[in-house]
Every structure is written in structure tokens, then in C-alpha cells.
């Protein structure tokens, strides 16, 4: 004997529908076009290549110079990025860490009697946050 079939009430509806993505407050910003995505690709992957670059020449590799430029400016389009693309700001910790790394990166550059000893340091606090839990990254004073 063939079964009907089992009747299914409505889903229940969801209290943000019809909400826009802006009046919602947890809503994340919109994704960036793929575009934009791959140009953070390219930009992180020269910026590795200016630190690898940079801290070879800083031991005495016969790499020639280039690393500290090539780091600051791939460094700096990658903060620019992530300014726009919301995801960093200027008033959490994350965004004073990057402003404070580029300028020790060109502190390197302008002052390369230093640059060795300015290099660690600056390699572990780039490790640690950028690897630090989430709260701790986006803090900002007072909240």
C-alpha cells in the first residue's frame, strides 16, 4: 500500500528577514570581489619575499638589496587593503601593530646599522600577532 506524504508545516521565520545587512548589527561586511581578493594574494606572497629577502641580506647572503623595499611596500599595500576591506582599523590593536611594523621596517631602511638588531624583534611581534586570538586583534582602548 503506497504512503502519502508526510504533511510539513512552514519553517518558522527568521527574525532578521527582511533585515538589510546594515541594520543588522552582526552582520560582517561584504566580501570583497574576487578581484580584490587575488590582488591580497599576490601583494602577502611579495611581502614573504621582502621579509625572506631582507633578513637574508641582513645575515650576509649576497642577495643584493631590495628586501626592506619590497617588504615595506608590499606591507603597505596590504594594510591599504585591509582598510578598505574593513577587515582591520585603525582603532583596534591590529591596526596600531601594522602602523608600528611599517615604521620600524623604514627605520630599517633609513638607519641600516640597526636593521639586524630591529629585525627579530620585529619578526616575533609580527608572528605573535598575527596568530593572536581574535578579541585580542580587533581590542580597542576603552571597549
Known amino acids: 500500500m503506497p504512503q502519502e506524504p ?5 519553517r518558522p521565520a527568521d527574525p532578521r528577514e527582511g533585515l538589510s545587512k546594515s541594520s543588522d ?14 590582488v591580497g594574494i599576490l601583494l602577502r606572497t611579495g611581502h614573504l619575499a621582502g621579509v625572506v629577502w631582507l633578513g ?8 643584493g638589496p631590495g628586501g626592506g623595499w619590497l617588504t615595506l611596500i608590499s606591507g ?12 582591520v582599523a ?6 596600531v601593530v601594522v602602523l608600528a611594523k611599517l615604521a620600524v621596517v623604514a627605520a630599517m631602511l633609513c638607519w641600516p646599522a640597526v636593521a639586524l638588531w630591529l629585525f627579530w624583534p620585529l619578526l616575533v611581534i609580527s ?9 585580542l586583534r580587533h581590542w580597542r582602548p576603552g571597549r
Open 76 to 87: 603597505s599595500g596590504l594594510f591599504a587593503s585591509e582598510l578598505l576591506d574593513r577587515r
Open 90 to 95: 585603525l582603532t583596534e590593536l591590529a591596526g
Open 25 to 38: 548589527p552582526r552582520a560582517r561586511p561584504p566580501k570583497p570581489a574576487e578581484w580584490r581578493r587575488w
Open 127 to 135: 608572528g605573535v600577532s598575527a596568530h593572536a586570538p581574535k578579541p
Open 56 to 63: 637574508a641580506a641582513l645575515l650576509g647572503a649576497p642577495v
Open 6 to 10: 508526510v504533511q510539513r508545516s512552514p
